[in-house]
């Protein structure tokens, strides 16, 4: 993996900036969110995302399948599918409220607990914890290049920024 010292090397002669440049450095950040996310699963059995998810219900216990899917930015169908698997697992429960028979609330097993307390951090994935690390005015920035970026891009799906990357499923 490249170090910050090697990344600043391929400078074009007058901006330090090459289009190159810029693809090695996805490449890095897609990559090491591969590799943390391959890891999680060897080391705790369950999936990036199955992982995130965990952290989430851990944070704020009780929460319905689309506040989850909204905290992970997922499609609903997407994280009603992952709590599914999770339930199967032992995971998660999920519970009724007496109120509303139609309300589900989420929330971990002390098996899920346990798993969650013993897997490697962080839990969200070193790419999500990242972007959580930096102020409002860089994510603006970032945000606003990428869109930039992305209107470059002919046939895109916007429908693939509510799904996990592939290698967090």
């Known amino acids: 993996m490249a170090t910050q010292s090697s990344l600043k090397k391929n400078p074009s002669p007058k901006s330090g900036v090459t289009p190159l440049s810029v693809l090695q450095r996805f490449r890095v950040l897609i990559r090491t969110a591969q590799r943390h996310s391959q890891w999680i699963e ?5 999936t ?19 506040e989850l899917a909204n905290r992970m930015a997922l499609h609903q169908s997407t994280a009603s599918n992952m709590v599914d698997r999770l339930e199967t697992a032992g995971f ?26 013993r897997a490697p951090s962080p839990a969200r994935g070193v790419l999500p914890e990242a972007l959580r690390k930096l102020d409002e005015e860089s994510l603006q ?27 967090t499923e």
């Open 141 to 167: 920035r970032l945000q606003n290049e990428l869109d930039g970026l992305l209107l470059q891009i002919k046939n895109m799906d916007e429908g693939f920024g509510m799904q996990p990357l592939p290698f």
């Open 92 to 117: 998660i429960r999920k519970e009724r409220t007496s109120a509303d028979q139609r309300v589900v609330r989420l929330y971990l097993t002390d098996k899920g607990s346990e798993l969650l307390a």
């Open 48 to 66: 990036g995302a199955q992982l995130w998810a965990m952290q989430e219900l851990v944070e704020v216990p009780g929460l319905r399948v689309g």
């Open 42 to 46: 060897r080391q705790s059995g369950v």
